[in-house]
């Protein structure tokens, strides 16, 4: 995950140790309000401006401001219109997939008709990817289909073996709801012995990211964690991004697979805050000996990702996706808590959780009259792994279902007793 224009600096104090103790200036309402009115005021001044390369720079932070506030209006939506899409084809890389998925983000069917007419001319993978899921949204049947693999085998023959095009080409074949219909049993993946006896976290998600999910931690022993009274320790992860794109896309939802924890680590990122994180990685983004804890396998790549899960699992395609994201060249999956103003997101499902750019976000409240830290999952997290001794592992992303409602501790105990 890029945090592209998170470089505000942080601002005043902050002190660390039990929730109690934690202090963030940036959590303050006057220092949330001073930034909801800035970034504001640069789209308003932004979307005057032709997106060309003396403003491109405005204008990628003016659409992740839109994205991180959920801003549409009918000036942006112009402006997109007539600023942005109708010279796409003088745009930078970085500005036609900004664009795309602050559209994708925000505005679910207004540009259809503009986005339809651009797809025969796209012969960049991820791009087209984009355009693709954006008309897929409300257009499901068979058309959208052959007139896609049309254009693939028109304009980008050339990437037939890319990732990208490889999961696209899956999407179409068959929607996820018909692909989450074959998902082998759980308790196959749940008790099977990863290489090296690591420790193992799960994250339960729904198909649906708008709804949170749960993640609990296997010891090397086989066991879950649990607390005195016999509870599985267990903290809710939102999964979802903010452009809630696939996986396999930039800046798309958490892909479903094996990642791999290298650490325990900071960050200087604002809207992350002052907690500490896991720095996870995908495959690809690192050498297989590092991703894998110093495990050998005979094979690398496809073949050593393949002998890493259990025999049901091998061929279930969802579970591949953080294998096709990693070597699509995606990178910066963390998981983290968050300094976000959720009031930006009170009419969403996962109020008043805080969607990223990819990443898990765990729950943290935050006073902001003083700024001090009320509750943090994070927190509990970290002071876990390290009560524990944990500081790498894996950790897999596995949706369960289709179920329109948040994932409840009881359904996990139930699939891990199963």
């Excluded at 659409?63 to 209006?73: D, G, H, T, Y």
């Excluded at 749960?214 to 649990?226: C, D, E, H, L, S």
């Excluded at 050998?296 to 899960?309: D, H, V």
């Excluded at 499902?349 to 902001?368: D, I």
Aim: hydrophobic share 40%; glycine share 4%.
């Amino acid at each position: 995950m890029k945090f592209l224009f998170l470089l505000i600096s942080c601002l005043g104090f902050l002190t660390l140790g039990h929730s109690q103790s934690v202090q963030y200036a940036a959590t303050l309402q006057t220092e949330r309000s001073k930034l909801e009115l800035s970034l504001q005021q640069k789209i308003t001044q932004t979307i005057a401006l032709p997106l060309n390369a003396q403003n491109e720079a405005a204008w990628l932070e003016a659409f992740w401001a839109m994205e991180l506030m959920q801003v549409k209006n009918k000036a942006i939506e112009e402006a997109l219109d007539q600023q942005v899409l109708a010279h796409y084809d003088q745009l930078s890389l970085e500005a036609r997939r900004q664009s795309l998925e602050t559209i994708y983000a925000l505005y679910p069917r207004e540009f259809e008709q503009a986005i339809k007419q651009l797809l025969p001319q796209e012969k960049h993978p991820k791009l087209f990817a984009m355009m693709v899921h954006y008309l897929r949204r409300n257009h499901q049947g068979k058309a959208l289909q052959k007139q896609a693999n049309a254009y693939l085998l028109q304009n980008l023959a050339q990437y037939a073996d890319h990732p990208i095009v490889y999961c696209l080409k899956k999407d179409l074949e068959q929607s996820r709801r018909a692909r989450l219909a074959q998902r082998p049993p759980l308790p196959d993946l749940l008790q099977h012995p990863f290489p090296g006896k690591p420790w193992v976290f799960f994250s339960f998600q729904r198909l649906n990211r708008d709804y949170p999910g749960q993640t609990v931690i296997r010891q090397p022993n086989g066991q879950f964690v649990r607390d005195s009274a016999g509870q599985l320790f267990h903290i809710p992860h939102l999964a979802r991004a903010v452009s809630n794109f696939p996986g396999y896309i930039t800046n798309g939802n958490t892909p479903q697979g094996i990642l791999s924890i290298l650490e325990i680590t900071t960050t200087d990122n604002q809207f992350i805050g002052p907690n500490e994180m896991l720095n996870m990685v995908l495959p690809y983004e690192v050498p297989l000996l590092r991703f894998a804890h110093e495990s050998s396998f005979a094979a690398n790549g496809e073949a050593a990702y393949r002998a890493m899960l259990p025999s049901s699992w091998q061929n279930y395609f969802p579970i591949w996706e953080a294998y096709y994201a990693g070597k699509a060249g995606r990178t910066e999956i963390f998981a983290h808590g968050t300094t976000i103003n959720p009031q930006f997101y009170s009419s969403a499902a996962y109020y008043p959780n805080t969607p990223s750019l990819g990443c898990l976000t765990a729950s943290e409240v935050w006073n902001p009259q003083n700024g001090q830290l009320e509750s943090s999952d994070q927190l509990r997290l970290i002071q876990t792994m390290k009560r524990l001794g944990i500081s790498h592992g894996y950790f897999i992303v596995v949706e369960t279902d289709d179920q329109d409602r948040a994932v409840s501790i009881a359904e996990v105990e139930n699939w891990i007793r199963h």
